[in-house]
């Protein structure tokens, strides 16, 4: 299909000769990174192993820049597209220098030595993801997240117009799953390669993706660009969630909420009672919300962990009807927290609310 790198016609992929998906159509431009999202064993690395000719197609063809992939020699499509993977390897008696330098031998002769100008990309690889200076390192010796790095300076080592990666942020801590990407997302921008990929964070997946698919069971079920495929109801759908729930808003996921009738009253907004919500949800004590607006960044936390919350609708000052409805609530709660400390016209009715409940004002110290 014109002006897509990779792309799959028909794909059916499997084990052995019984598919597991059929009738798979991927496709990914230069510039564009695009993300298999789905529950564990839906088939995300099954998909990816195919493409890249791990596995044997059950059906289908794949294409890489226009041709059909199981016509092409190896090392062909090692200078075409390089691979990341989830395995783990063990080289041993390997610097880091070493491992990328292996991106090199698509274009060495068959003894596989190095010119200086292989050195030299093995060298600016390095420094691409921050890795000059594990260079003489062993790399059985050096962290996870440094391994990652020193894989992907691999890949970029390659040169190549397409990038294959399964799961890139596995084993790697929040510092360098976000470096790790940050630079792939700048390669993507700068020398327009094409990114296929899998990601169980779905945060990170709905950040960094130009475009989402979606398998489920025995198919790909959605496609779609991140603001259409992160939407609270079908991640809830995809993923089968039963306990806690998937806050699209933030991207973020929350945990059951405490039963009971509400024994606090807590009075938010602006962000300021998402660290309270999480804390009374954490230790078991049954909240009410309120009166928070539709738009406010407190109200997803607050519909997810409070047993019952008093909104009001977006760009409104607080009503009546809303008021009085958090009064007669507030009026039941042993203990009132008011978060905010101003008030503006929008939410003046908080501030009265906060005098109401005067008496029984506290601080999470106090809980």
Sequence with gaps: MTGDYIYTEQMDVGYGSVPLIRQIELHVRPGEIVTLIGPNGAGKSTILKSVIRQLNLLGGAVYLDGARMQDMPEKEIARRMAILMTERIHPELMTCEDVVGTGRYPYTGRMGILGAG???????????????????RFFTEVSDGQKQRVLLARAVCQEPEAIVLDEPTSFLDIRHKLELLTILKDLVHRKRVAVLMSLHELDLAQK??????????????????????FTSTYITRLYGITKGSYQAELGCLEMEPAQGSPQVFVIGGNGSGIPVYRRLQRRGIPFAAGVLHENDIDYPV?????????????????????????????????????CPAHFGAMNEKNRILAELGADRLCGMEDI
């Design 118 to 136: 292989d050195r030299r990309k093995v060298r600016e690889a390095l420094e691409l993801v921050h890795a000059g200076e594990l260079a003489g």
């Design 302 to 338: 607050a519909k997810a962990l409070a047993s019952r919350l008093i909104g009001e609708r977006a760009f409104e000052p607080i009503g009546e009807e809303a008021f009085a409805r958090a009064a007669e609530v507030l009026q039941a709660c042993g203990r009132v927290i008011c």
């Design 208 to 229: 960094i993706s130009d475009y989402i698919v979606c398998v489920n069971g025995n198919s790909i079920e959605r496609c779609g660009v991140p603001e259409e495929i």
